[in-house]
């Protein structure tokens, strides 16, 4: 333990020194900012316990449906193995043969069952193995003992239901056409297998109507499932209109509604938060329209049932069937739609879909439902819950876009403040300080204001540079140094002042975002020492060590950057601008005096991703 705490603080000691390096020798250590976590003891060995249970989970209950029915294979085995030999088959005309197959089976399915933990290529190959298996040792029992229900029915319900996790209704529907047929030449089978035993009508009427129970059952839960499959597909696309659109969907939710019920028309309305007049809109022949509804006929629509749940209405009785919510169902009851403004020709039958999001309340009202039943009920309100979540997903993109409208516009103004405007500052100085000395020469002032010219050129190629760098591809790399090159040399003219870069000799390959955050820093570094320090001369060194930036500006004024301590990972250093972007770059910085002026040292990592948290500008 000892060793690696020493072998730590040797890596630390080691990083310190080459950001110490780039300084000057007068700068105390105690003011270096250190990453602690760059010790690291290793944890612990796992327990055997914690070994134990991951080895177990590994594999097997990853997959629940896959080992349960790996379990019932062995457990009908071993039921129809000890009913066997039990004396409850002693009426069969095999007394051997299908216990060897149940052996078989049960030795195989132990045998699936196990592979979960053994081997993965074992496991893909038993899987279709396992499902002939199924199919072979249902049709010997249905065969085999076809007067004792508790052998066959269970392996009948299993391979129906359960073997291959098939979700197709014609899969199931061919199984049961194979069991029937079995059935159905039992006798048949059994005159040119005298082995089989010739068996009663009544017993092969009870295997038939079991069979036929058993596959009835299955394909309705089958189908109950494929229609949730069609409506979850369904769900989807709408909640897709949401992702794509910059406006309200309500177009596309209609199309969508009247693709879904087949009805012609609707009528939907709604009221957003802060809204005082509620909106209405007609949805006929595949064209959207704006209802012309009276207030009051709109403020009814908006609320035609005290619960607020969907419900289908019938006009010949005003009846309806709600959406109670309730254990028992839905309930009917008493509902005038008779401010609807229904046209002539139109159906009667009316569907209301409630829609509830965090800032819309509404309905919409489908005409022309073909039928009233619960499970079209059923359907109304998925279809309500769906919209509901699509208008909530619009307003949730809408909510996003806007913000990062917002974080655009404040990146550009930070930016503009530490480009164009340090820019115009330099430059306000300098014609300040023409205006002032009323005896320069002409030919001298003329000069002077032609470098001027030549500055707020300079500054406008940075610009389209900017623009261009932000162009490039994803992963492209500038080389650091020239580009700071060519800004030390503008900031040197831009201030009137000495300001100087050194660099490594090697390129200092960075992405353009932590180029343009750096050149940024510096520029409102050089600004605050020459407009607050008073600075004369600004040194910039910039250097690169692994996978660390370092950048040390040095200047010769007065201690303008001290001494109040700002955020964390930040000492001495006062400007907000420049807390800022070290925050954006996840870098580590400190300000100290030094003999002559200022020492400015930052840290940064090069793997980044640039990124201002609004609460922080």
């Known amino acids: 333990m000892a060793q690696m705490i020493s072998n730590g603080h040797s890596q630390v000691v080691d990083s310190v020194g080459q950001f110490i390096a780039l300084a000057s020798a007068g700068v105390p250590w105690q003011n270096v900012a250190m990453n602690a976590e760059q010790i690291k003891i290793s944890d612990d060995p796992a327990p055997i316990k914690g070994r134990v249970r991951r080895f177990w989970t590994r594999d097997l209950g990853s997959v629940t449906s896959r080992d349960a029915a790996n379990a019932t294979r062995i457990l009908l085995a071993l039921i129809a193995l000890n009913a066997s030999r039990g004396g409850m088959l002693a009426s069969s005309s095999w007394p051997f043969q299908p216990r060897v197959a149940l052996i078989a089976f049960l030795i195989v399915s132990i045998c699936a069952f196990v592979s979960r933990v053994v081997s993965w290529k074992l496991d893909a190959r038993l899987r279709a193995v396992m499902a002939m298996a199924d199919q072979a040792i249902c049709l010997l029992t249905l065969a085999a003992y076809p007067q004792t229900v508790a052998i066959y029915l269970p392996f009948v319900t299993f391979v129906l239901g359960v073997s291959l996790r098939r979700s197709d209704i014609l899969w199931v529907a061919l199984d049961y056409l194979l069991l029937a047929t079995i059935i159905a030449f039992h006798n048949r089978l059994a005159a040119l ?33 494929w229609g949730a499959r069609i409506a979850d597909r369904w769900n989807g696309e709408l909640l897709d209109t949401a992702a794509h659109a910059r406006a ?77 919510q309730s254990w028992f169902g839905a309930s009917v009851r008493t509902i005038d739609l008779a401010f609807l403004p229904i046209e002539e020709g139109e159906p009667s039958n009316v569907a209301a879909l409630p829609i509830r999001t965090s800032a819309l309340q509404g309905y919409i009202y489908l005409l022309g439902i073909p039928r009233i039943s619960e499970q079209a009920l059923d359907q109304i309100v998925g279809a309500s819950r769906a919209v509901s979540a699509t208008l909530d997903r619009y307003l949730m993109f809408e909510a996003w876009r806007e913000r990062a409208f917002a974080n655009a516009r404040l990146d550009l103004s930070r930016d503009m403040h530490d480009s164009v405007l340090q820019t115009l500052a330099g430059l306000r100085l300098q014609v300040a300080a023409l205006i002032k000395d009323t005896e320069l020469p002409v030919a001298t002032r003329t000069e002077r204001l032609e470098s001027l010219q030549s500055i707020i050129a300079a500054e406008q190629a940075c610009l389209r540079e900017l623009v261009a760098d932000a162009n490039l591809p994803i992963g492209e790399k500038i080389d650091l140094a020239s580009h700071l090159t060519q800004r030390v040399e503008l900031l040197s003219r831009q201030w009137g002042i000495a300001c100087a870069l050194s660099a490594d000799p090697a390129p200092l390959w960075v992405s353009p975002d932590v180029a343009v955050e750096v050149e940024f820093l510096v520029r409102e570094a050089v600004s605050n020492a020459v407009q607050h320090a008073k600075s004369s001369r600004v040194e910039v060194i910039a250097a690169q060590r692994e996978d660390e930036l370092f950048i040390t500006l040095k200047s010769d004024g007065a201690s303008a950057l001290l001494p109040d301590i700002g955020a964390s990972n930040i000492e001495g250093v006062r ?35 640039v990124d201002v948290p609004p609460a922080d500008r």
């Open 193 to 225: 297998f005298p082995t089989l035993g010739i068996v009663s009508d009544d017993v092969l009427r009870l295997q038939f109507t079991l069979v036929t129970g058993t596959a009835s059952a299955v394909m309705a839960f089958k189908a109950a499932q």
């Open 248 to 324: 309200l969907p309500i177009a596309n939710i209609a199309a969508k509604l009247a693709l879904r019920f087949d009805v012609s028309s609707m009528l939907i309305c709604w009221q957003q938060e802060g809204d005082r007049a509620p909106e209405c809109y007609r949805f006929s022949a595949g064209k959207l329209s704006e209802g012309d509804v009276e207030l009051s006929t709109l403020e009814q629509m908006l609320a035609p049932d005290t619960s607020g749940n969907g419900f289908i209405w019938n006009s010949k009785g005003s009846r309806a069937l709600v959406d109670a």
């Open 575 to 609: 400007s907000r601008s420049l807390t800022r972007r070290l925050k954006a770059l996840n870098g580590r910085a400190y300000a100290d005096s030094i003999e002559r002026g200022v020492l400015l040292s930052i840290r940064i990592p090069l793997e980044v991703i």
